[in-house]
């Protein structure tokens, strides 16, 4: 861990997972989020991924240099949300996950606060 924070892509990461989970931690308290609900983490994790610099242009690319980036940000931040979400259900419900993400995204994507 210490040689990986020691590099800039490193603690660049880890800013990122922090922001991350800071999002999370002030929909908890700002909107009572309630997490057995789909909508709900869609939402979050649609903010948390958008918000957290996770989806920037440059961490993007360093996923898949290949990657087109037309509409970049929100399809990053869309499919790392429908990920996230896929993550707490179960083989045979994943396209819950995708449903979730759809009902929540123009909303959430837009909530900055």
Not at 7 to 17: F, K, P
Not at 59 to 70: C, D, G, I, L, V
Not at 93 to 113: G, H, I, M, S
Request: charged share 25%; glycine share 4%.
């Amino acid at each position: 861990c210490p040689v990986h924070l020691s590099s800039r892509h490193g603690r660049t990461q880890m800013a990122h997972t922090l922001t991350h989970e800071l999002v999370h931690a002030f929909d908890q308290c700002r909107a009572h989020a309630n997490w057995s609900n789909l909508v709900h983490q869609a939402c979050s994790e649609i903010r948390a991924s958008s918000l957290s610099g996770e989806c920037d242009y440059a961490e993007e690319f360093n996923r898949n240099p290949m990657a087109k980036f037309a509409g970049g940000h929100s399809a990053c931040v869309r499919r790392r949300a429908e990920l996230s979400v896929a993550m707490n259900l179960a083989k045979d419900e994943k396209e819950k996950a995708a449903e979730a993400v759809q009902a929540a995204f123009d909303r959430c994507y837009n909530d900055t606060a």
